[in-house]
């Protein structure tokens, strides 16, 4: 440890007290690098005032000592020197909040995935390199300066585009917790899929009249706007702050309109998988999806089931239908299995006598499903799995009805012949066509084309869009429940953002440099986050980043012919002088 | 090849007793509990697949049917109620149905008030008939002449004929069973009768289906016995069954001997002899073998010794009684013989002990008691198959 603190820095700045703590990560780092000489290399800097090295830096135990370092030694640069930024910046950054110290002057360097889990054969070389990268480290912080969060005001309204059960329970839950809605749907009618149905599992309610129940919610709410024949067709503005465009279709005439919102759910909903002509029969007289299925079975509520007029006295159900295909869609939908299982218990009601046959892949009733499920075998459903490679084949027979020909697990190998009135295609779910939407707002899809979110369990309706969240089957398959559940979530999600009334966004973002721009334009075709404008002042076009729009990403900074952009936390002058510190140490090729 | 299933098997199966198989989810702890399923035969789960699926020639053709002595372990061990145990005797009662030509079995086993009211008829028109042609006036003699009450001559030829339509509506059902297992079991005339070797082997088969397991009683006695608890030996299930069918056999042969002994002139059936005389010392000694099988069957059912005893349906019940009448009534006309002052009441105990018992061979295909053709059909496949 240095005791020299008026050693002045190398260009000739203000000297710093820098305190540097190398870990050993149990042995991860110690194993293959030796930190008492990388301590010992570091430790003579005139501006390095603490140099340490400790078991594990992450440990409580040593986060106290680094607060207590920090005030004692009136440090005013952080280097640790551990794993990657990825895994402990937030420790650090709130070690250093702690202390008073700004969390800006703190760096990560990382000298266990970027050295010595590379290096573990050669332990002179790993030493050498972590020598080099703490070194660049410190060069890096000794030119840091205080940042402070940019602070925006947020706009206490969000925008629900698309009105199905999702949308609908969405606006609800916002409009309960004080933050406006303008809820956004293309189709003339709100409701979606969920309102076209009648009992749906698992209690029988009808889904028109649960849509019903949530439209008279939504009136008794006046801070719900709904829009009908309306597409959000623009979007501007920045975090927590934005201005919508919307397309309200109406006979008289279009319209455009705008609001102002701070955040935006996205509940676009799903389509049905379309079998082709030809595909497991479709196409044939009698074989129908299960969507068509539903409203046959729903129409012959209090009397027989019947097809063209024709009494139904037995049922083939063929699951999977364009969902988990090797080629196709590979995603199971979720919701189809519980769905059928559920059907043909509404047709064992309707006449008990009926034959279902369920030809199955393995059956996904999860959860209390699975009771349904019970339940329908105990009434004489018949389940038989048929082999992934090999599914039924359908064929219309002499006397005008249905043959399928599977293989069941059960009592296979040889294939067998179920004579029924009926074929039922469990069809599952597609991705909604919504390539305006998609384009407009940026969402990224996942290669079955539903909209991704930034992480399945921790963050599962954020997208990397600030402020766009997503809910309910745009996001992928699922049943009503897990729909509905979805869009609280991005109610909640929406309302941390939007509550407290403005929002704290990472300060490591693009600047100019007025005097050095010579406007250019360079840069504004670069951003991909549409955060550089450009004004006219006495001395000329300057370019100008909207700090709340800017990601940080760097990609103007090179572009600039006159260096006039820098990014605050890595400008040029940081990165210039870490590189000078990798190459004064010498790191062996 | 693919069969055509048979939409409305489960519905029918189920109208023979199988109430509770649609609970059956294929889990399959019925088989592995089983002692007496293997590689060659496994059931019962695959029946009840068939049965649900609608296989009906498959089950029809299925000799694990036949294979099967009701322990009921798979019942205490089914996790969805679905009581296979059951399953298998309704099947069974299915089979039974579905081999014979009349219909007279379905009408049996699925109405069963109405199979109770036809035994009785039965019964009644038998000794209604040998009444007309009786003669009353013999039944004051000072012995007991059963013989010219009701003429032997029309017993004899009564006899025959109830044992002719049995044979032939027991043959027709034997050979359609045969057909569809051998079609199942893949088994051809040449697998039985090409060779020297193929003939050696189906007598062997034969053998162990007829000596070993019919009469042997083998697997029953050590596969299948003492479980799911053991029982005393005086009521264990095995036992209780090899009495009843030694004394029926025992009685058969006793009735055979009699009728020898008239055709050599020595006796004349129905006329008393002492105790150690061959035809009655084996009558009486398997009369109560088959008295005491049957009683404690009866007593079984009725106090649910067992999960095997149960549950009991209406045709279990007709086998039992009209064997026990038989047993019974053939008792009491010894003792009328050998009373000292013939009692009148003998002749009418004679005409009960004849109609029934000739009602016991005519109904032998459609009732319960058909399993003493069938099972030995299932045996000889199956140990065809061992000896393969």
Redo the contacts between chains.
Sequence with gaps: MSENPQAAGEQGEAPRRIGVYICHCGGNISDYVDVAAVRAAIADDPDVVVATTTMFACADGQQHEMVRDIREQHLDGLVVASCSPKLHTTTFRGVSRRADLNPYAYTQVNIREQDSWAHSDDREGATQKAIALVTAGIAKTRLSTPLEPLRVETVPATMVVGGGVTGLRTAIGLADIGIAVILVEREAQLGGWLGRLGPTFPHDVPGRDQVARLLAEIAERPTITVLTNAELVGKTGSFGNYTAKVHVRSEAADELRQFQVGTFVIATGADVYQPEVGELGYGIEGVVTLAEFGTLVDEAAGGTLAWHGRRVRSIAYVYCVGNRQPEGNAYCSKFCCAATVHASLKVSRLDPTVRQFHLHRDVRAYGRYELLYTQSRERGSVYLRYPDDAPPEVERTADGRLAVTLVDALTGPDPITLPVDLVVLVTGMVPRENEALTTLLKLPTGDDGFYNEIHPKLRPVETVVDGVMIAGTCQGPKPATEAVSGGLAAVTQSAGILKRGFAELDPLVATVNEAACTGCGACLTTCPYDAISSYVCDTGQKALVSAANCKGCGGCVPVCPDDAIDLLGYTSAQMLAAIDGLATTGVPA | ?????D??L??DLKKFGAADV??C??CGNCTATCLLSDNDATFPR?MI??A????KD?LLGSKELWACYGCALCTQSCPTKADPGEFMAAARRYAIASYEPTGLARVIYTRPRLGLLIGVLVAAVLATFMLTQADLGGLHAPTLALFQFVPNELIHWLGIGAMAAMVLAGAWGVVRMVRATARREGVTWEAVAGSREAVRRAAGAAWDALGVESLGQRRFRQDCDGEPEPEPLWRRRWLVHALTVWGFLGLFGATIIDYGLELLGVKATGTAVPIWYPSRLLGTVAGLSLMYGVTLFMVGRWRRWSATQATSTGSDWMLLTLLWITGLTGFAIEVALYAGQPPAWGYWVFLLHVAVAMELMLMLPFTKFAHVMYRPVALFFYALAKRA
């Design positions: 090849m693919t069969t055509v299933v939409v409305d489960l519905a649609s609970a989810f294929s695959r697949r068939y649900q699926v609608g296989l498959e």
